[in-house]
């Protein structure tokens, strides 16, 4: 209802009657940066990084996720493009240091740095009636900026369009509003935002990814343009392609009402 979801309807009909904002503290990002970054984390997760950068400079994004050799996804992620070399991992804030541990294990001879953005940063989301139109004047004239003039990179949410927008910020930016601080925005609970995104069958995070248990098919990855499959190799790809070329997924995480 209109209470602390602000304007967020969560029932099997989900549905926003008005433009609203959170900032997403049980996410945190995790900063890839080197010339070998597309390339290193190509071989290592279920999307293509090489459309990463094949659009525009930066400010693109894409989900995906790590898995292990059998296939079972580890940890999911928002990948967007800081910049040609340069990547933010938005991850679940309690998993950041084991992905960065599983990271760094791959990174051999590769030249790439990998640490966490720490008090850098900060993850901010945005959905409502009118927030593509906000979007396609905030990018019309370049990203747009935090009140101290930092670059905010904005992208529609990689997974699904209905979930709106997706920020990473300077952090503190959301103390003022974020780049949605204007006038007609209303600022509400990660939690509402996270209502919206189960009620649509979006799952993310190890309370609803168990790290090591489902098959990106099985937790609908691909549906959510989270796997490519005319990729080269990565980590859990042989089963991942096998049972999507054979066409069997024998369950399917789904949102129900109880």
């Not at 967020?8 to 549905?15: L, N, R």
């Not at 900063?31 to 984390?41: A, I, R, S």
């Not at 340069?86 to 790439?112: E, G, H, N, P, T």
């Not at 370049?142 to 101290?148: H, L, Q, R, V």
């Amino acid at each position: 209802g209109e209470g602390e979801g602000g304007g967020i309807h969560t029932s099997s009909e989900a549905k926003v009657t008005r433009d609203v904002w959170a900032r997403l503290s049980s996410r945190s990002v995790l900063v890839v940066e080197g010339p070998d970054t597309v390339k290193f984390l190509q071989g290592l997760t279920t999307n293509d990084f090489t459309k990463l950068t094949a659009e525009r400079p930066s400010g693109r994004s894409m989900a995906g996720a790590f898995l292990n050799n059998q296939g079972r996804i580890l940890h999911d992620f928002i990948a967007t493009l800081a910049a040609p070399d340069k990547v933010y991992l938005d991850v679940c804030a309690s998993k950041s240091d084991d992905i960065q541990k599983l990271l760094k294990r791959f990174k051999l001879r590769a030249k790439v740095d990998i640490r966490p953005a720490g008090g850098e940063l900060e993850v901010l989301a945005a959905v409502g009636p009118g927030v593509g139109q906000w979007y396609i004047n905030a990018t019309s004239t370049g990203s747009p900026a935090s009140p101290e003039g930092d670059k905010i990179l904005v992208a529609e949410d990689a997974r699904l369009i209905d979930l709106g927008l997706r920020a990473v910020a300077p952090a503190g930016c959301s103390a003022a509003g974020g780049p949605w601080a204007g006038e007609g925005w209303h600022e509400v609970p990660e939690g509402a935002l996270d209502a919206l995104r189960v009620c649509m069958g979006v799952a993310q995070g190890p309370a609803e990814l168990p790290s090591g248990s489902g098959m990106p098919l099985e937790c609908n990855l691909e549906m959510f343009s989270g796997v490519a499959f005319n990729k080269g190799c990565y980590v859990g790809q042989e089963l991942t392609a096998r049972t999507h070329f054979r066409g069997h997924v024998r369950k399917r995480l789904m949102p129900f009402v109880l």
